[in-house]
């Protein structure tokens, strides 16, 4: 079976590393906030260009964390996106916020600046991009609306980490962005693991008491906190992918433009890149009218393929009552059509290949 992300490969690579830094953190058994999780955090606040990094839990817990130490709360209303996985929506209800979901670019799949605008009210107190798929959003168009409205701009960087727009990491561009490091991310940990970063001294303080039960010195608590702080083992994990992360993320590139060259006449779209942003290609993500029909062929054929996402966030239950009649039509087509192939920095040309040559065959005998 071609698996959509090949973790075992990549494992392969960095066997002795890892294995030598869990040596080291079992022999000094230092588990909680140690001296990985210290380093990783220095290192990727480096790298991504921000004055603080702050290790937490999950990708869930960043972006839920950044809200708090934003001040977003009861009755305040967070404008995102409607096709994204609902971890995006929960943070925001998490503390008492309204999701306000708009429509997307019907290219690029990410949030649309003109949808924004409009949906802005007294309550909006935050706008939350997705960089959908590892392409970054019109960063220049929201962080110009935040500026006129003196609304925050906090990043959901899930899929995009180290893509790029005009110079900067995704990440760096809002007052806080959130991170997760679940294992099929460009930059995965062996679990759950997440991130928050800003710019800000005082945000950061307020991050890392909440993570840690409100607490800055230990047994006195001046917030009720979370008990949320990155793992000592899985920072050794992503120490090792970080140093090789710009490699991975141009292996996938490279994945991507073949899959692209190889399906470029055949009726379906491929992904765009905007030229707004480096795509760093979390998922290869394509639309088609005979979507269940080529799945179906590649899985007979062992090749892994999955929906992402077939029930967009405004049309699921758990919405229901506060989207009641919202049509976001862009949104609701392309989940009705897309699909993702698999993708990572270890996917051969050979496999490539396989599974562009179904997808032709497929489409060339199987569809009228």
């Known amino acids: 079976m071609i698996p959509m992300v090949n973790l075992k490969a990549q494992y392969a690579e960095i066997k002795h590393e890892i294995e030598l830094g869990l040596a080291q953190t079992f022999d000094s058994c230092a588990f909680i906030l140690g ?11 480096a790298y991504l260009g ?13 972006l839920h964390l950044a809200l708090l130490a934003e001040g977003i709360g009861a009755g305040d209303e967070v404008i995102t996106s409607a096709f994204t996985f609902i971890a995006t929506a929960e943070a925001i209800k998490y503390v008492g916020a309204t999701p306000v979901f708009v429509d997307i670019d019907p290219n690029t799949f990410n949030i649309c600046p003109a949808a924004i605008a409009n949906a802005i009210t007294h309550k909006t107190k ?6 959908l798929f590892g392409q970054p ?11 006129q409205h003196n609304i925050k701009l906090i990043e959901d960087c899930a899929q995009s980490f180290g893509a790029t727009i005009n110079g900067q990491q ?3 561009l809002g007052d806080c962005a959130g991170f997760s490091f679940f294992p099929s991310k460009n930059l995965g940990a062996y679990g759950d693991g997440g991130l928050v970063v800003t710019h800000s001294d ?9 993570r840690n039960h409100g607490s800055k010195v230990r047994y006195y608590h001046d917030l009720v906190g979370y ?13 090792a992918k970080l140093k090789r992360i710009d490699d991975y993320n141009q292996a996938r590139r490279q994945v991507a433009h073949r899959y692209t060259t190889l399906l470029a006449d055949l009726p379906l779209t491929p992904p765009v890149e905007d030229g707004l942003g480096t795509h760093v290609y979390h998922q290869y993500t394509l639309l088609s009218e005979h979507r269940e029909v080529i799945m179906k062929a590649l899985q007979a054929a062992e090749i892994s393929s999955a929906v992402y996402y077939p029930v967009p966030l405004h049309q699921q239950a758990v919405f229901k009552e506060t989207c009641q009649g919202l049509q976001l039509p862009v ?12 993708i990572c920095p270890f996917l051969s040309e050979a496999d490539i290949d396989k599974i562009t040559s179904v997808i032709r065959h497929t489409l060339t005998h199987q569809v009228s």
């Open 227 to 239: 008990n949320s702080r990155l793992d000592e083992i899985q920072a050794i994990f992503l120490r």
């Open 170 to 172: 995704t990440g760096a």
């Open 202 to 210: 005082d945000t950061a303080e307020t991050l890392k008491q909440l």
């Open 50 to 62: 921000v004055r603080h990094a702050i290790g937490v839990a999950s990708g869930t817990d960043a």
């Open 126 to 131: 935050a706008i939350m991009p997705v960089h």
């Open 35 to 45: 001296p990985n999780v210290t380093a990783f955090e220095q290192e990727v606040a």
């Open 331 to 342: 949104t609701e087509k392309i989940a009705q059509h897309c699909f993702s192939l698999p």
């Open 137 to 147: 959003a019109d960063m220049t168009a929201i962080t110009a609306l935040c500026q």
